[in-house]
């Protein structure tokens, strides 16, 4: 039998084969962040096609980290019933569930959280929010580490296996990390060890909340993409190695941060046409020139994180790694792992188009994904509808 289905724990976690669900923000909780029918669909379906872990999309930690449109909650106790929800239809169908938590930082705009958004530094306007975001005070920093803990503690009351924090994506926990983001002169910035610092206590913190035998894992951004020097592979393999002695249970590497990099993130096709057509008038043009320079900047590569996670993955030792990006055949998912550069491999794209491509690999009626990376789905979330293959 194929390694990729043989079970393999993260920390105390036992994962039934090696394929993950890479968060993937759905647009489909209520406005207010509570769990859905829609939702609870969507995972059952997942756990059903034999997916081993779920990572749920972006879970949002704060009301202050809240990004535009329909993103689930874990910021309230009122969540913890519709997560509960969640996490017992996963359950059900023998898959494990870890809920991915995130503060958007300065990418977000004033109609998501009412105010001006929060980040490190001050940098000047946003290019993809086109606004402007000032730097946190201290008490605001501690606030948002107490937030990453207390949604922990809610996770755990739901009954999920793990929590998976978000460290990329160009978001709050990213934007410290980076030396592009994070110009501050305090204890938060400054050195590596000081710009590290909001992630050593969000994962104190966490683990704290956490109940006996969870797991804690993190998505770290290998490369920011910033017009100068941010996150960079080796300053990444750097905080890997810190997050790994502070006993983290795995790591996934990403590239880019979502506003600066345009499509590093999900390499493919930009859809301009379905990016466009559903903006206000006065956006459009605008919006049309900045997608249109995109285009065929971002090629389909096959597997284009594999080198910053042989970087990476040599600084953290035996702590299981999960590589995301770009896997659609099943024989280089063997080979990556056989090869030991991940011990799991996660896919978002292609289970939007085929929720059960687990169950028809190891069944041998499917050898590739039959996904397109046209990123058609994106355009969907970006409207605000819920996510869903257009191909
Ligand atoms: C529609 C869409 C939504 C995404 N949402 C998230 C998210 O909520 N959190 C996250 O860490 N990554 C998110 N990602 C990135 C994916 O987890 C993944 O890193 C990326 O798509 C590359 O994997 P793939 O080639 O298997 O799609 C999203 C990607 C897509 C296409």
């Not at 190891?362 to 994904?369: Q, V």
Request: hydrophobic letters at 40%; a positive charge.
């Amino acid at each position: 039998m194929s390694v990729l289905f043989t079970p393999k724990k993260i920390g105390e976690v036992e994962v039934r084969n090696r394929f993950v669900h890479a968060a993937t923000y759905e647009s489909m909780a209520e406005e207010d962040g509570k769990v859905t029918d829609m939702l609870i669909d969507r995972y059952s379906r997942l756990a059903r096609g034999e997916v081993g872990l779920i990572v749920t999309g972006i879970a949002i930690v704060h009301p202050l980290g809240n990004v535009p449109g329909r993103a689930i909650g874990i910021h309230d106790d009122a969540m913890i019933p519709g997560l509960r929800r969640l996490v017992n239809a996963v359950h059900e169908h023998g898959a494990r569930i870890f809920i991915q938590l995130l503060h958007a930082g300065a990418q977000t705009n004033r109609r998501a959280i009412g105010r001006m958004p929060l980040a490190p530094s001050f940098i000047g306007p946003n290019p993809m929010y086109l606004n402007f975001a000032r730097p946190m005070r201290e008490g605001e920093i501690k606030e948002a580490i107490r937030a990453f803990g207390e949604a922990a503690r809610r996770a755990a009351e739901a009954g999920a296996d793990g929590v998976h924090v978000a460290a990329s994506g160009g978001y709050l926990l990213n934007e410290f990390l980076s030396p592009y983001f994070n110009r501050r002169k305090d204890e938060w910035g400054g050195s590596d060890e000081n710009r590290f610092r909001i992630m050593r206590e969000v994962i104190l913190e966490v683990r704290k909340h956490l109940a006996p035998g969870m797991a804690l894992t993190v998505k770290l951004t290998a490369n920011d993409y910033t017009p100068r020097d941010g996150m960079t592979t080796p300053l990444a393999a750097r905080y890997a190695r810190w997050m790994a002695e502070l006993g983290i249970d795995a790591l996934e590497i990403a590239s880019g941060c979502t506003t600066y990099s345009g499509w590093h993130i999900w390499r493919g096709g930009v859809p301009v046409r379905e990016l466009v057509k559903d903006l206000p008038a006065w956006q459009k043009p605008v919006a049309w020139l900045k997608f249109r320079s995109m285009a065929g900047k971002y090629d389909f590569s096959g597997p284009y994180n594999l080198e910053d996670a042989r970087v990476v993955k040599a600084a953290v030792g035996e702590v299981p790694f999960i590589l995301v990006g770009g896997l659609r055949h099943l024989s280089q998912m063997e080979e990556i792992l056989k090869e030991g550069v991940a011990e799991f491999v996660a896919l978002s794209r292609p289970l939007i188009r085929e929720p059960n491509l687990v169950k028809k690999f190891r069944e041998g009626r499917a050898e590739r994904s039959s996904c397109i990376s046209c990123n058609k789905c994106f355009a969907e979330i970006v409207h605000r509808r819920p996510l869903r293959c257009m191909a």
